[in-house]
């Protein structure tokens, strides 16, 4: 299954680019199940999720192309040929899911496997199935199947109980062709959203408000291909801000929003880490100053990413004084805290909330990623630790990091990876 060698290293230093968004890209490939017509996407990482989500739609029928030279893949569907997606794919990946609105949309019809819970929490769909019942569609859950039908979607008002992200996702893919006017309210508001509203837009669709909490898309007869660019990674650019704190790094990180991770800005910076925005990108050293403990609470966003949560509590194992983070979007996040405890972090949780008593010298252990976040974040104490940690299970990290061993050697750290 893998495993990475992560020695101790040094402050690390130097350049770093950023790849394409991974929960961008997902949906975004989901999505061109719409198109008449040829979608080229460019910036797209190699990623293990990406390629799950390839297969995903060759199986449907799609002509796909990927080029990762060049970052681009491109995708055509004359015909969707199947409207089933198997727990073969669903079980590799959660985001399988997102087919369900545009296999919907275009012919009338979806069956997914039900994804069960996984290592954060129950992750329910509820929220998708209520939008789209909303819209017309006839849902059937059984035998660890969800199938929905329409003969045609309508336009319909959907109140989220909860801003879920992959729920405001599929709901306004499958709104695009419905007839009429369809509002989610209380929708998510993550870059991701705005990023696929703007290439379902290019495609033809008409959706206001992706970046609010209402978004109203007016639905299309039919949409075409189009060519689109996606934004960059914003958790593996907070991944490396981490590392170069946890580091007590200099590191300029190329391809940033800055605005997409203000939360993650606003956090280190209360840990003393300074950060500057230049030209080339973002700078971020964790040297100027000795850093300190802070408090997080995890949010939708703008609120603080759970996807930063396990890489903030090894920084803040690192820094002086106790900090307290609050889990509040999974209910069971913290699985990589008896491994970061393992490497001496001593952290004790009661309910939602992680207490970490800071100032410890971590040391190298073997342990385990639990998740893709969870797995970086040990990689990230890892470099920090006396001696080395063996991370094992890495299958996790390679669905979300593009290169990640490549990219933390190139700013000096000594990582090497076995796989059997
Ligand atoms: C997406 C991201 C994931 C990130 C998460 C929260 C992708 C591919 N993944 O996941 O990296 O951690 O957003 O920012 O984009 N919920 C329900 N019912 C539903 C749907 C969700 O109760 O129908 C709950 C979930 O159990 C969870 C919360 O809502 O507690 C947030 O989930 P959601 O925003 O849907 O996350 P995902 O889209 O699965």
């Known amino acids: 299954m893998g495993k990475f060698l992560v020695e101790k290293c040094g402050p690390l230093s130097g350049e770093v680019e950023i790849s394409g968004s991974k929960n961008a890209v997902l949906p975004i490939m989901a999505a061109a199940l719409l198109a008449e017509g040829r979608c080229e996407i460019n910036d797209v990482p190699a ?3 990406v390629d799950v989500m390839c297969r995903l739609l060759r199986s449907m029928g799609s002509v796909v192309t990927e080029d990762y030279e060049n970052a681009t893949i491109s995708i055509e569907t004359e015909k969707i040929v199947a409207e089933e997606v198997p727990y073969e794919l669903v079980k590799r990946m959660r985001a399988s899911f997102f087919v369900m609105g545009p296999l919907l949309a275009k012919t009338g019809r979806a069956k997914i496997a039900q994804p069960g819970g996984c290592a954060i929490g129950e992750r329910p769909i509820d929220l998708h199935l209520k939008g789209l019942r909303i819209l017309g569609a006839q849902i059937t859950e ?5 199938e929905a039908v329409a003969e045609k979607l309508h336009g319909g008002k959907v109140y989220l109980d909860f801003p879920s992200v992959g729920a405001t996702e599929n709901i306004m893919m499958a709104a695009t062709l ?8 209380n929708a998510a508001e993550e870059p991701e959203i705005v990023d696929l509203a703007n290439f379902l837009n290019k495609m033809g669709a008409r959706i206001k408000g992706a970046g609010t909490d209402t978004i109203k898309i007016e639905g299309v007869e039919a949409m075409h291909g189009t060519r689109h660019t996606v ?3 914003r958790i593996e650019t907070g991944t490396f801000m981490v590392a170069a704190a946890i580091t007590r790094g200099d590191i300029l990180i190329r391809n940033v929003v800055p605005d997409h991770v203000k939360p993650v800005i606003a956090k280190l910076v209360e840990c ?3 950060i500057e925005d230049t030209d080339e990108g973002m700078r971020v050293r964790g040297n100027v100053n000795p850093l300190i403990s802070t408090d997080i609470k995890t949010l939708p966003y703008p609120g603080f990413p759970t996807d930063m949560q396990s890489l903030f509590m090894a920084l803040l194992a690192t820094t002086e004084g106790p900090s307290v983070v609050i889990e509040t979007v999974f209910e069971n996040r913290f699985m990589h805290v008896g491994e970061l405890n393992r490497m001496g972090a001593n952290i004790k949780i009661d309910g939602k909330s992680a207490l ?8 190298g252990a073997q342990v385990i990623s639990t998740d893709l976040r969870a797995g970086a974040a040990l990689v990230l104490a890892g470099l920090t630790a006396e001696g080395v940690t063996e991370v094992s299970e ?27």
Request: aromatic share 8%; no cysteine.
């Open 394 to 420: 890495i299958y996790h990290i390679d669905r979300g990091y593009e290169k990640f061993k490549e990219k933390l050697n190139g700013l000096g750290a000594k990582v090497s990876r076995i796989d059997d």
């Open 178 to 185: 419905a007839e009429g006017v369809t509002v989610i309210e």
């Open 47 to 49: 990623l293990r999720d």
């Open 231 to 233: 934004i960059p990674d």
């Open 356 to 363: 970490i008593p800071g100032q410890r010298k971590l040391l």
């Open 272 to 274: 003393g880490v300074v």
């Open 142 to 146: 059984g035998h660890g199947y969800v």
